[in-house]
């Protein structure tokens, strides 16, 4: 009897085994299947990937090759663009001014090979506030393997910076920024924050607002005044922020070296 008991709780374990080891498969079946299910859509324009920007829950892969924003910015877009900035009130006395939006949430941007460039013109098109070239608010994001350069004046900076992340739960991977503008060269010798010298025109790289935002290999080689990385509240929540294998790169040169130069901003300021 004892014999017959032990065997039909060990069939009974096994068959539990069993339909543990099917439900596990079922539900590896059912992720794999939703991922299958996600189309991966190729954009070949700023414009295009704007709208896919806009929307939820997609794979994106812009194909190789470089992006001027210049192009994309017609008379129209930038009459769009103004009309959906938020405006400016008490609360928010420098509200964003982007140029690129990423409002969309839980999209995949695989930017391989792509370069977008940022002309410091584009700066006098945006009207006062904080600019923020590529501003990235929605939420689950992931943007992997892009380049941004700024092209145009060398001494144009926009007081602001190319690329911000105020959504949570953000991934930025393999990410590379050549930032350019501003006073360069002179640190804060000429004033910061008023009285000012000269205008300094900052310009910073990449700014993180938001929680569980994570920038993974990410690159800034700076020749701009102002911060490579950096972190702010904005009224947002900043809890687990991760920067994992940054690099950030500006050059130095001694005060000396900066009096003695001609032609330059200390010559120009008798200073």
């Given at each position: 009897?004892n014999?017959?008991?032990?065997?039909?709780?060990?069939?009974m374990?096994?068959l539990?085994?069993?339909?543990l080891?099917?439900a596990?498969?079922a539900v590896?079946?059912?992720v794999?299947?939703?991922?299958?299910?996600t189309?991966?859509?190729?954009?070949?324009?700023i414009?295009?990937?704007?709208e896919?920007a806009?929307?939820d829950?997609?794979?994106?892969v812009?194909k190789?090759?470089?992006?001027?924003?210049?192009?994309?910015?017609s008379?129209?877009?930038?009459a769009?663009l103004?009309?959906a900035?938020?405006?400016?009130?008490?609360a928010q006395?420098?509200?964003p001014?982007w140029?690129?939006?990423?409002?969309?949430?839980n999209?995949?941007?695989?930017?391989?090979?792509?370069?977008?460039?940022?002309?410091?013109?584009?700066y006098?098109?945006?009207?006062?506030?904080y600019?923020r070239?590529?501003f990235?608010?929605?939420?689950?994001?992931?943007?992997k393997?892009?380049?941004?350069r700024?092209?145009g004046?060398?001494?144009?900076?926009?007081s602001?910076?190319?690329?911000?992340?105020?959504g949570?739960?953000?991934?930025?991977e393999d990410v590379?920024?050549y930032?350019?503008?501003?006073?360069?060269?002179?640190?804060?010798?000429?004033?910061?924050g008023?009285?000012?010298?000269?205008?300094?025109?900052?310009?910073?790289?990449i700014?993180?607002?938001?929680q569980n935002?994570?920038?993974?290999?990410?690159?800034?080689?700076?020749?701009?005044f102002?911060?490579?990385?950096?972190?702010?509240t904005?009224?947002?929540?900043?809890?687990?922020?991760?920067l994992?294998?940054?690099?950030?790169e500006?050059?130095?040169?001694?005060?000396?070296?900066?009096?003695?130069?001609?032609?330059?901003?200390a010559?120009?300021?008798s200073?």
């Amino acid at each position: 009897m004892n014999k017959q008991l032990n065997i039909n709780v060990n069939l009974m374990n096994l068959l539990n085994q069993i339909k543990l080891s099917i439900a596990m498969c079922a539900v590896v079946f059912s992720v794999h299947s939703v991922h299958a299910k996600t189309k991966v859509i190729t954009v070949e324009s700023i414009e295009a990937l704007m709208e896919a920007a806009a929307k939820d829950g997609q794979q994106v892969v812009m194909k190789p090759g470089v992006y001027a924003v210049s192009d994309y910015l017609s008379e129209d877009r930038i009459a769009k663009l103004l009309a959906a900035f938020p405006p400016q009130t008490e609360a928010q006395q420098r509200p964003p001014r982007w140029l690129l939006h990423f409002g969309g949430n839980n999209n995949y941007f695989d930017f391989t090979g792509v370069t977008i460039e940022i002309n410091t013109e584009l700066y006098d098109v945006l009207p006062y506030g904080y600019t923020r070239c590529i501003f990235i608010d929605g939420n689950g994001n992931t943007i992997k393997g892009l380049t941004i350069r700024n092209t145009g004046p060398e001494d144009k900076g926009s007081s602001g910076n190319i690329l911000t992340v105020f959504g949570n739960n953000t991934l930025l991977e393999d990410v590379r920024l050549y930032v350019r503008g501003s006073t360069y060269g002179y640190g804060d010798l000429f004033g910061k924050g008023g009285p000012n010298l000269t205008y300094l025109q900052k310009q910073s790289g990449i700014m993180v607002a938001g929680q569980n935002n994570t920038l993974k290999r990410c690159k800034v080689f700076s020749r701009a005044f102002g911060h490579c990385f950096y972190i702010q509240t904005q009224g947002h929540d900043t809890r687990d922020i991760v920067l994992e294998d940054c690099y950030a790169e500006g050059a130095v040169r001694s005060t000396n070296d900066i009096l003695s130069g001609t032609g330059g901003l200390a010559e120009a300021l008798s200073y």
